[in-house]
C-alpha cells in the first residue's frame, strides 16, 4: 500500500477498499499452509507499519494543530483525514486477519502488533485535542473566582440571571468543540470514551472550585444553586445522561 507520491493527505476509505480486498484474498489462499500464511501475514504486517510511517510523516502536532479556539485548520482536517483513513484500514483488516483460522496463532501476532500500533496513533491524534480542552474547560471554571458572590438576594427567588458567565461559556465552548472538533472523527467509540471522561472531570472540577469560593451570601448561593443546574446541562454533549457518571454526578 502506496501513498501517491507528494500526497500530503492519506488515500479516501473507498481507495482502501483494493487493498484490504487483496489481503482478504492471499490470507484466505495462505490460511491452508501455515508455511504460506507465514509469509502472507508478514507482508501485511509490512504493509501496516509502512502505512503507519507514512500517517507519522503527516500527522501535525504543533500548536496550531491542537488549536480549539476556532474551527478546525488546515492542519487538523490533515490530521482528522489520517486518523479517519487510519481507523477505516485497522478496523478492516483487523476482522480480515482475526477471522483466519490458525493453528499457530504466533503467526499472525505481528500483524495484530502492528494494527495495535495504527491504533495509538489514531488515539494520539484524538488524544492531543482532548488534552487541550481539558485545560480551556479548567481555565473557564477557574474563572468563577474572580465572580462576585456577595449581595443579598432581590425580591424574586430567583437570580438575574440562569447561570454564572463562566457557565454560560462552558456550554457554548463544549457543544461547539463537540460539534466542529469531535464529531468529524469516524472512530467515535473511542471519541465517546473520551468525552465521558472529560465530562466527569468537568463536574469534579465544578465541585471542587465552587467548594473554595469564599464570602458566599444569599445572592451567590442561589446562583452557584442555578450553576449546578446548569453545569449539568454543560456536559450534555459530552455524554449520554450525567446521572450515569457515577462518583463526580454524586458529588454534584
Known sequence: LTFPEGSKSPPATKDLTGVIKAVANELNVASSD????????????TMLERYLARCEQLTSRTLEAKQIAGRPNKLQHCNISVANSLFALRKAIHKVVSSVVCPQPSVLQRAFDALESLNKLEEGIIGQLIDKVDNTVEAILVSMHEDTWTGRASSGSLPDAPCSGHIAELKSFIARIKEEHMSPFECQDYVQQRLRRLASRVLELF?????????LEEKGRLRLAADMAQVELAVAPL???ASDLGRPYRLL
Do not use: Y
Open 34 to 45: 501455515p508455511v504460506l500464511l507465514g509469509l502472507v501475514a508478514k507482508n501485511v504486517t
Open 207 to 215: 465541585v471542587r472550585h465552587a467548594s473554595l469560593i469564599r464570602s
Open 239 to 241: 455524554c449520554t445522561r
